[in-house]
C-alpha cells in the first residue's frame, strides 16, 4: 500500500495508513494530535514505518525501535530509509552533521516526503544553520518552508515574497503566517503585524501548544515594542498563552517556553512589576526537572527564571548539568556548544543581579545572533542584545552601548525601546544629540497603537 506522497510502504492494514497519513497532517500543520501515529502501530504492530515514525514521538522509543528493526528486511525501500534517518536522529548524542545527511539524501530520493523535510528543517533550526535549511526546501520550493530560513539569513524582502505564496495557496496554513508575522516584526510594521495575526488567529484553535502560544508570543512582542498600552500584553499573557494550559490536550512546557520568553522581555523594559505574580508561579513549575534539559533556548530561559525569583540552588544545578551534557558531546558539537554554554552562564549572573560578572562572560564583542546553535530564531535571540544593552549602560559603558545600539538601529529603526537605550547612553555622556534622540523616541511610542 502506498502513504500520501504515494510511497510504498509494507502493510496490508489501510487504517494504518489512514493513522499515518493524518500523523503527516498533524506534524505539517503543527496540530496538537499528533500522537495519532500510535494509532498507525495498532492497527499493524509489524509496520517498520508507522513504528520508527511512533519512536520519534514517545518518550519511550525503545520498543517502537524493536519492533521497527525487527521487521527491517521486509520494509519497503522508502520505510528502510525513514527508519536509518529517524534512528540516527533521536540516537543519544546524535551526530547532527551525520542526521542531515541522511535527510538530505533522502529528500533527494523521496522529494515529496514533506514531513522528513520538516523534520530536516527542524533540526538545521537546532544546528543553527540556516544556510543548510534553505538548500533543503529550494530543491521543492514550499513556500511556508522556504519563508523561514530566508527571514533568518536576513533576507527580509524574499521571506515575504515566500511566507505570502504559502499564505496564498493556503490561508491557514500556521507556518506561512508565523513568517510573515516575523517579517512585519523585524521591519517595525507592528500595527500590521498584530492585525494581520489576529485576523489570523480564529484559525489556530486545531494548533499545538507551542505553534498557538508562540503565534500570540509574537503578537504580545509587538504590541510591546510598539508601546502599545501595557494591558495589551498582560491580556495575551493571561488570555492566550497561561490560559492554554487549561485545555485538556495541551503540552505544558511548550507554553512555559512562550510564557517565559515574553517574561524575559518584560524584565528586560523594567516593566516586570506588572508580572511579578504570574513570575513566581512559572518559576516554581519551572524548578520541576522534567522540564530541564529538553532544549536549550528554555534552559537559558529557566536559568533565568530560576535566578530572578530567588531560586539560586535550582539554577546552579541546572546550571551544573548543562556543562555535564557539554563535556559529555563528541568533541564538534561540544566545541560548537561553548557558546551556548557561555551564554547561559551570562544568563544565570545576570538573573542574580551580578552584572559586571555576566558582561565579562559575555564578552566586548557579543552578538546573540552567533548563538543560533541554542536553537532559538533571530528574534528569539535578540532579547539576549536587548539584556547585554541594559547591562552595558548600567554598568557605565556608554560609549560602548551607544556603538551597539547605533549598529542595530541601522536594521531596525524603528524600535522605540531601541532609541530610548540610546537616549540614556547620550544622556551618560552629556551630548547635545540627546534632545533630537528623544524626540525620536517620542514620535515612535505614539506612532503605532
Same mark, same amino acid.
Given at each position: 500500500?502506498?502513504?500520501?506522497? *504515494?510511497?510504498?510502504?509494507?502493510?496490508?492494514?489501510?487504517?494504518?495508513?489512514?493513522?499515518?497519513?493524518?500523523?503527516?497532517?498533524?506534524?505539517?500543520?503543527?496540530?496538537?494530535?499528533?500522537?495519532?501515529?500510535?494509532?498507525?502501530?495498532?492497527?499493524?504492530?509489524?509496520?517498520?514505518?508507522?513504528?520508527?515514525?511512533?519512536?520519534? &514521538?514517545?518518550?519511550?522509543?525503545?520498543?517502537?525501535?524493536?519492533?521497527?528493526?525487527?521487521?527491517?528486511?521486509?520494509?519497503?525501500?522508502?520505510?528502510?530509509?525513514?527508519?536509518?534517518?529517524?534512528?540516527?536522529?533521536?540516537?543519544?548524542?546524535?551526530?547532527?552533521?551525520?542526521?542531515?545527511?541522511?535527510? &538530505?539524501?533522502?529528500?533527494?530520493?523521496?522529494?515529496?516526503?514533506?514531513?522528513?523535510?520538516?523534520?530536516?528543517?527542524?533540526?538545521?533550526?537546532?544546528?543553527?544553520?540556516?544556510?543548510?535549511?534553505?538548500?533543503?526546501?529550494?530543491?521543492?520550493?514550499?513556500?511556508?518552508?522556504?519563508?523561514?530560513?530566508?527571514?533568518?539569513?536576513?533576507?527580509?524582502?524574499?521571506?515575504?515574497?515566500?511566507?505570502?505564496?504559502?499564505?496564498?495557496?493556503?490561508?491557514?496554513?500556521?507556518?506561512?503566517?508565523?513568517?510573515?508575522?516575523?517579517?512585519?516584526?523585524?521591519?517595525?510594521? &507592528?500595527?500590521?503585524?498584530?492585525?494581520?495575526?489576529?485576523?489570523?488567529?480564529?484559525?489556530?484553535?486545531?494548533?499545538?501548544?507551542?505553534? =498557538?502560544?508562540? =503565534?500570540?508570543?509574537?503578537?504580545?512582542?509587538?504590541?510591546?515594542?510598539?508601546?502599545?498600552?501595557?494591558?495589551?500584553?498582560?491580556?495575551?499573557?493571561?488570555?492566550?498563552?497561561?490560559?492554554?494550559?487549561?485545555?485538556?490536550?495541551?503540552?505544558?512546557?511548550?507554553?512555559?517556553?512562550?510564557?517565559?520568553?515574553?517574561?524575559?522581555?518584560?524584565?528586560?523594559?523594567?516593566?516586570?512589576?506588572?508580572?511579578?505574580?504570574?513570575?513566581?508561579?512559572?518559576?516554581?513549575?519551572?524548578?520541576?526537572?522534567?522540564?530541564?534539559?529538553?532544549?536549550?533556548?528554555?534552559?537559558?530561559?529557566?536559568?533565568?527564571?530560576?535566578?530572578?525569583? *530567588?531560586?539560586?540552588?535550582?539554577?546552579?544545578?541546572?546550571?551544573?548539568?548543562?556543562?555535564?551534557?557539554?563535556?559529555?558531546?563528541?568533541?564538534?558539537?561540544?566545541?560548537?556548544?561553548?557558546?551556548?554554554?557561555?551564554?547561559?552562564?551570562?544568563?544565570?549572573?545576570?538573573?542574580?543581579?551580578?552584572?559586571?560578572?555576566?558582561?565579562?562572560?559575555?564578552?566586548?564583542?557579543?552578538?546573540?545572533?552567533?548563538?543560533?546553535?541554542?536553537?532559538?530564531?533571530?528574534?528569539?535571540?535578540?532579547? &539576549?542584545?536587548?539584556?547585554?544593552?541594559?547591562?552595558?549602560?548600567?554598568?557605565?559603558?556608554?560609549?560602548?552601548?551607544?556603538?551597539?545600539?547605533?549598529?542595530?538601529?541601522?536594521?531596525?529603526?524603528?524600535?522605540?525601546?531601541?532609541?530610548?537605550?540610546?537616549?540614556?547612553?547620550?544622556?551618560?555622556?552629556?551630548?547635545?544629540?540627546?534632545?533630537?534622540?528623544?524626540?525620536?523616541?517620542?514620535?515612535?511610542?505614539?506612532?503605532?497603537?
Amino acid at each position: 500500500m502506498k502513504d500520501k506522497w *504515494g510511497y510504498e510502504i509494507n502493510t496490508d492494514s489501510s487504517s494504518c495508513i489512514s493513522s499515518i497519513n493524518q500523523y503527516y497532517h498533524q506534524v505539517l500543520s503543527y496540530g496538537r494530535k499528533r500522537d495519532v501515529i500510535i494509532e498507525a502501530v495498532k492497527h499493524d504492530p509489524d509496520c517498520v514505518l508507522a513504528n520508527i515514525l511512533a519512536a520519534q &514521538f514517545s518518550s519511550s522509543p525503545s520498543s517502537y525501535l524493536q519492533a521497527a528493526n525487527s521487521n527491517l528486511d521486509n520494509a519497503s525501500p522508502y520505510e528502510q530509509a525513514v527508519f536509518e534517518t529517524v534512528t540516527c536522529l533521536i540516537t543519544p548524542n546524535r551526530d547532527d552533521d551525520l542526521a542531515f545527511d541522511l535527510h &538530505f539524501k533522502l529528500l533527494k530520493q523521496y522529494p515529496k516526503d514533506l514531513v522528513s523535510l520538516k523534520r530536516a528543517q527542524v533540526l538545521c533550526f537546532y544546528m543553527g544553520r540556516p544556510d543548510l535549511s534553505l538548500q533543503l526546501v529550494q530543491q521543492d520550493f514550499v513556500y511556508g518552508m522556504l519563508a523561514f530560513p530566508l527571514l533568518e539569513l536576513g533576507r527580509m524582502e524574499d521571506a515575504e515574497k515566500a511566507a505570502k505564496m504559502g499564505f496564498q495557496i493556503n490561508n491557514q496554513d500556521p507556518w506561512s503566517q508565523h513568517a510573515l508575522c516575523h517579517v512585519y516584526q523585524y521591519e517595525c510594521r &507592528f500595527k500590521e503585524a498584530v492585525e494581520f495575526m489576529e485576523d489570523c488567529s480564529k484559525s489556530w484553535g486545531p494548533l499545538s501548544s507551542f505553534m =498557538n502560544t508562540h =503565534n500570540w508570543w509574537h503578537v504580545a512582542l509587538c504590541y510591546l515594542e510598539g508601546n502599545a498600552p501595557f494591558e495589551k500584553v498582560c491580556e495575551i499573557y493571561d488570555n492566550r498563552i497561561w490560559k492554554e494550559l487549561d485545555r485538556s490536550d495541551a503540552t505544558p512546557v511548550e507554553v512555559y517556553l512562550n510564557a517565559v520568553g515574553l517574561l524575559l522581555r518584560v524584565h528586560v523594559r523594567g516593566e516586570i512589576r506588572f508580572f511579578d505574580d504570574q513570575l513566581n508561579i512559572l518559576a516554581g513549575y519551572l524548578s520541576d526537572q522534567s522540564f530541564w534539559f529538553l532544549e536549550w533556548h528554555l534552559d537559558l530561559l529557566i536559568l533565568w527564571a530560576l535566578a530572578c525569583t *530567588g531560586k539560586l540552588s535550582e539554577a546552579r544545578d541546572l546550571l551544573e548539568g548543562l556543562k555535564s551534557r557539554v563535556c559529555a558531546m563528541n568533541p564538534k558539537k561540544g566545541k560548537l556548544m561553548q557558546k551556548g554554554l557561555k551564554l547561559a552562564k551570562a544568563v544565570y549572573e545576570y538573573g542574580r543581579g551580578e552584572f559586571s560578572r555576566a558582561l565579562e562572560l559575555l564578552g566586548p564583542d557579543f552578538d546573540a545572533e552567533n548563538c543560533k546553535m541554542v536553537g532559538a530564531s533571530g528574534e528569539q535571540l535578540d532579547v &539576549f542584545n536587548e539584556v547585554w544593552y541594559v547591562m552595558l549602560l548600567d554598568a557605565g559603558h556608554a560609549d560602548k552601548a551607544i556603538a551597539v545600539i547605533e549598529k542595530q538601529l541601522k536594521k531596525r529603526d524603528g524600535t522605540p525601546f531601541l532609541w530610548r537605550l540610546l537616549e540614556r547612553g547620550y544622556l551618560a555622556l552629556g551630548k547635545q544629540e540627546v534632545e533630537a534622540i528623544s524626540a525620536k523616541a517620542k514620535a515612535l511610542e505614539s506612532a503605532y497603537f
